[in-house]
């Protein structure tokens, strides 16, 4: 069945891909099962096949649409046991770039743990993460990138959160396949995880600094 599952997310179904995990789950198979050893697995085989030229954008974007259809019945079974100190996080995908299935995924195990999350969705001026974070007492700003290019723009929203005063208020995790632990450091980012269930540990770890 799982084999199915990633077939019907290279073919695009969300029909097909909803239906599928449904069924996974009613198996017994966990949320988290399900999503890393399916439902990533099949959107990497999706942009291996774009990379190959079999895969165009439109077939890219089927895959993440059945993809996402997928995730939203994972989403509230992704208990994750974190820090439920019900934090403001503001989150988004950078300026420039529209991949935002990843920084969906984070911001879904954010809300599992407790926090209330405000999603600004993808392609975020870096101002607007500040304003957000002053309009809505964030104490932590989460910044996705996916493209070489774009997350030279995270040390933006650095600059604008520091502008805003809000440097010891909110701080700053930055992810996205490109970002590492050292490139979080290099543009003065507070935290940095490589995929979302770290992401709540990560969090939290932040957050009690700022307490
Ligand atoms: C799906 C996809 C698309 C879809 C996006 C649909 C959508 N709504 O998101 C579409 C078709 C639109 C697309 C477009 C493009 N894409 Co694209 N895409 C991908 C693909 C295949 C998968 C990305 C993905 O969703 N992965 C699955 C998720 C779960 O993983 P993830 O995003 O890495 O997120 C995890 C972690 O990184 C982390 N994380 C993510 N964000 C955050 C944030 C925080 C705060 C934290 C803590 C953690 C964290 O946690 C997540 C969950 O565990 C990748 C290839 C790949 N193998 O990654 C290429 C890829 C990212 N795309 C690429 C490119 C080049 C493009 C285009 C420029 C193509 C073009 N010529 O038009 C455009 C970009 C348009 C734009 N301006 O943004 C390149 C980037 C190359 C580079 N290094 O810069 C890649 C790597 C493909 C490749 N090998 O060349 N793409």
């Not at 019907?8 to 009613?26: H, I, K, P, W």
């Not at 198996?27 to 096949?49: F, H, Y």
């Not at 994750?80 to 019900?86: E, F, I, R, T």
């Not at 964030?138 to 805003?164: D, F, W, Y």
């Amino acid at each position: 069945m799982r084999e199915r599952l990633i077939e019907a997310v290279l073919a695009g179904s969300e029909l097909d891909a909803r239906e599928l995990t449904q069924a996974l789950l009613a198996e017994g198979v966990s949320a988290r099962v399900i999503l890393d050893e399916t439902l990533v697995p099949a959107i990497r085989r999706a942009g291996d096949l774009w990379e190959q030229g079999e895969f165009f954008i439109p077939e890219l974007m089927q895959a993440s649409t059945a993809m996402k259809g997928a995730m939203s019945l994972l989403r509230p079974r992704l208990g994750a046991a974190g820090d439920s100190a019900g934090a403001t996080v503001v989150i988004g995908t950078i300026e420039g770039d529209i991949h935002d299935i990843g920084k969906t995924l984070v911001a879904g195990m954010l809300e599992a743990a407790g926090h209330n999350v405000v999603d600004l969705g993808a392609d975020v001026a870096p101002a607007r993460f500040a304003e957000e974070a002053s309009r809505s007492k964030a104490s932590l700003i989460c910044v996705s990138a996916l493209l070489t290019t774009t997350m030279l723009n995270q040390q933006k929203v650095i600059e604008e959160r520091n502008r805003a005063g809000l440097a010891h208020v909110a701080r700053v995790m930055v992810g996205g396949a490109p970002v590492s632990r050292a490139w979080a450091d290099r543009i003065g980012a507070e935290g940095y995880a490589p995929d979302a269930f770290s992401a709540v540990d990560e969090a939290a770890r932040l957050l009690s600094l700022s307490r």
